[in-house]
């Protein structure tokens, strides 16, 4: 059975592109084709931009690309050690005389009487837990009877009039303009919440998104140079370069 980096070179060379057209199309890194069609996933990626990646290179090839993604996924299960079957060790014992023993044991009359003893001490038990409970709510409703009457009116509280909404807490907007395609994932920084995020198929050329935030952001980008940013309608600088790049974006009140 062929493996996927077989598939995708066998698909490429047939199509007869060179690995550098197939990246400058896809727009995927010539060196992470080179790793896939090698059969080698060990990228420092994690898997959702991986399975992302290999779905767009099989659709270019015209492959099936949920095969490939699935074919994916189970390379990544494999490396689970496999559950062992214990149900052939269980068969080879024998329980015939252990359940006779049980069977003579619990018709002597030492073991009814145990028995008979444990459903008394068992209903026991429940009606005297019963008698707790009932014993216990009647004393509740004595005490917040008793309290409700004993408390005098308190008279009524002014309704407190809403105060100007400090500037501080008002939304920020952070504007993403795509230069040319790109995946990008937006979280809050302080708990990693995901207010935005693309990266099953990427954004399209032109494609603007707005985000309203009134905490500090934390934007991953796969290619930083393909964007164009805002802060409150004020055109910035994209603080990084580096592909699959991270850089955080301050609150800033409007």
Do not use: W
């Not at 990228?43 to 990646?53: A, C, E, K, T, V």
């Not at 032109?206 to 940013?229: N, Q």
């Amino acid at each position: 059975m062929q493996t996927i980096g077989e598939r995708l070179e066998e698909a490429r060379k047939r199509k007869g592109i060179s690995i550098r057209e197939a990246a400058e199309t896809t727009k995927i890194r010539g060196d992470y084709l080179q790793k896939f069609e090698a059969n080698t996933f060990e990228i420092d990626l994690p898997p959702l931009y991986i399975r992302g990646f290999l779905r767009s290179y099989a659709r270019y090839l015209e492959l099936d690309p949920e095969r490939i993604v699935n074919d994916f996924n189970s390379l990544l299960a494999e490396g689970k050690p496999a559950r062992r079957e214990t149900r052939e060790v269980y068969g080879r014992v024998d329980f015939s005389e252990a359940g006779k023993n049980k069977d003579a044991s619990e018709n002597t009359p030492a073991a009814r009487s145990g028995q008979d003893q444990a459903i008394l001490l068992k209903f026991g038990l429940l009606g005297g837990g019963a008698i707790v409970v009932v014993v216990i709510i009647i004393l509740l409703f004595k005490v917040i009877f008793s309290g409700s009457s004993a408390k005098p009116a308190q008279p009524a509280q002014p309704i407190p009039q809403p105060t100007a909404q400090s500037n501080q807490t008002r939304d920020a907007t952070f504007t993403i303009t795509v230069i040319e395609p790109t995946r990008l994932k937006v979280a809050y920084v302080d708990d990693d919440k995901t207010v935005f995020l693309d990266g099953k198929y990427p954004m399209s050329r032109g494609e603007t998104k707005s985000i309203r935030y009134s905490k500090d952001l934390l934007v991953t980008i796969e290619h930083p140079d393909r964007i164009r940013i805002e802060l409150n309608g004020r055109a910035v600088e994209v603080p990084v370069t580096k592909p699959m790049g991270q850089f955080r974006v301050p609150y800033e009140a409007p």
